[in-house]
């Protein structure tokens, strides 16, 4: 199966992390936001769940890995790729 983005996964979906790319929009952060990421469990490896999105699906994207919640701005959410899997 081919990764994607983890934005573009439908609420209630499971995932396995693959890889955290590089977004432009960061700038020089870009590296900062990856490390800050991975600190909080999003790893290569780790599987999440996408419990839902924000007003009108935009911001933030709420997401649990490792029996902990998290909201994410979309932007963080497009550096995530990952592939959908059975929970």
Same mark, same amino acid.
């Given at each position: 199966?081919?990764?994607?983005?983890?934005?573009?996964?439908?609420?209630?979906?499971?995932?396995?992390?693959?890889?955290?790319?590089?977004?432009?929009? /960061?700038?020089?952060?870009?590296?900062?936001?990856?490390?800050?990421?991975?600190?909080?469990? /999003?790893?290569?490896?780790?599987?999440?769940?996408?419990?839902?999105?924000?007003? /009108?699906?935009?911001?933030?994207?709420?997401?649990?890995?490792?029996?902990?919640? /998290?909201?994410?701005?979309?932007?963080?959410?497009?550096?995530?790729?990952?592939?959908?899997?059975?929970?």
């Amino acid at each position: 199966m081919t990764a994607v983005p983890l934005h573009t996964l439908p609420k209630g979906a499971h995932a396995k992390i693959i890889s955290i790319d590089i977004q432009e929009a /960061f700038g020089a952060h870009d590296e900062k936001v990856t490390l800050r990421l991975k600190e909080l469990g /999003f790893l290569p490896g780790a599987t999440l769940k996408i419990i839902g999105y924000g007003l /009108f699906g935009k911001d933030p994207i709420a997401v649990q890995i490792n029996g902990t919640k /998290f909201g994410l701005r979309r932007r963080e959410a497009e550096k995530i790729l990952a592939v959908p899997h059975k929970a």
